[in-house]
C-alpha cells in the first residue's frame, strides 16, 4: 500500500528521531489505531508539529490524501541554575526566567540528599519569582539540587544537578611559631569534627587582627596610642602568615578570625611581644654642664621613645685628651 511519511518539526525546524506504528483492531480489521513518537535528546522547549502523508508506490512520495498537524508545546528550562549556601541550614537556588516569561505557570525545586534515608524534597515557586530558599537542611551530608520550569502543556527538561556539601562554622586554632624585632610567623589548624570529611570546616577566607599600643612622639613627649590594622585572606587554605612592618619591643594582640557559608568561628587570640633591639637613635642635646679642675659634668636628653627600640639599660661615656700634658 501507500508508504506513510512522518516529518516532525520544532519552532519550523526539522528534528529527526519520529516513529509512525499502525495497528488493527480485532473487533474490526477496518479501524487502525495509528500511534505518533518522537525521541529528542533532552526536552527541548518549544511547538512541535507532526504531519503524517501517504504516498503511492512510483509517485516520487507526492501525498495522495490529506495530511494532519500535531501541535506539542514544551517549556524552555531556566538558565543560570545555581544553588549557594547561605548559612549553616540554608541553601539559595536562583535561576533566570526562559523567555517569553508568560509561558511559565511555575517552577518544581527538587533535592535528594545522600544521607541514610536518602532525604528528599520538593518546592513549587510562583512564576514571577527567579529564587527560592532551602531550610533545615543538615551539616555534613551532600545534596544534589534540580528543578523544572512548569506550564500549561509540557514541563521544560530538568536543570541541574548541581551537587552541594553542607559546611560547618569552622572553627580555628592560632599558634606562635616565631617573633623577631619586627614581624611574627603564625600558623593555624582547622578543628574538625571526627564524624565530618575536613572539607566541612574548611573555611573560604581568613581575618587577621593585630592591635598594640604604638609609642610616638608628640610636641617632644611620648604618648601611647591604640592601634588595630585587619589583614583579609580571601584563601581559605592558607595555615600561615607572617606579620611584618611591627615596632620592635611592642606587645600585640592578634586574633584571627575564619568565615564560610555556614558563618563566623570564635576569634582565636595569641599575645606576642616583639624582640627589642639596638637602639636606632642617639642621646640628645649632650651638654656640658659643670667643670672643675678634675671633674666634668657631661648631661644629655633621652633617646626619642620612637628610636630606643626597647629599654635603655646604660650608656657609655667615652673621653679623651685633645689638648695638654701626656
Known sequence: GPATNVTWTRD??????????????????????????LSVAGRQGGVYRCQVAKSGPGMSGDPVNSSMELEVKVASPPTDFNAEQVNKTSVRISWTP??????????????????????????????????????????????????????????SEVVGPIPLIMKAVPAITVMTVEVATTLVWLQWSGVNNVNQPESVNQPDSLQITFQYTMESLHNGFCSDHQQSVIVTLTNGSIQQYNITGLQEDSTYNITIVAENAAGKSAPSEVVITTLQAAPSGTPQGVTRVNTTSTVITVEWREIPCIDRNGDIVEYTVRYYSISGCN
Open 12 to 37: 519550523g525546524k526539522a528534528v529527526s528521531g519520529g516513529n509512525f506504528t499502525a495497528t488493527r483492531r480485532l473487533d474490526n480489521p477496518v479501524t487502525a489505531a495509528y500511534t505518533l513518537t
Open 98 to 155: 526562559p523567555a517569553p516569561k508568560e509561558s511559565v505557570t511555575g517552577y518544581q525545586i527538587y533535592y535528594m540528599a545522600t544521607d541514610s534515608q536518602g532525604t528528599r524534597g520538593e518546592f513549587m515557586t510562583a512564576p514571577e519569582t527567579n529564587h527560592r530558599l532551602i531550610h533545615d537542611l543538615q551539616t555534613g551530608i551532600n545534596y544534589s539540587f534540580t528543578m523544572v520550569a512548569l506550564s500549561k502543556h509540557l514541563p
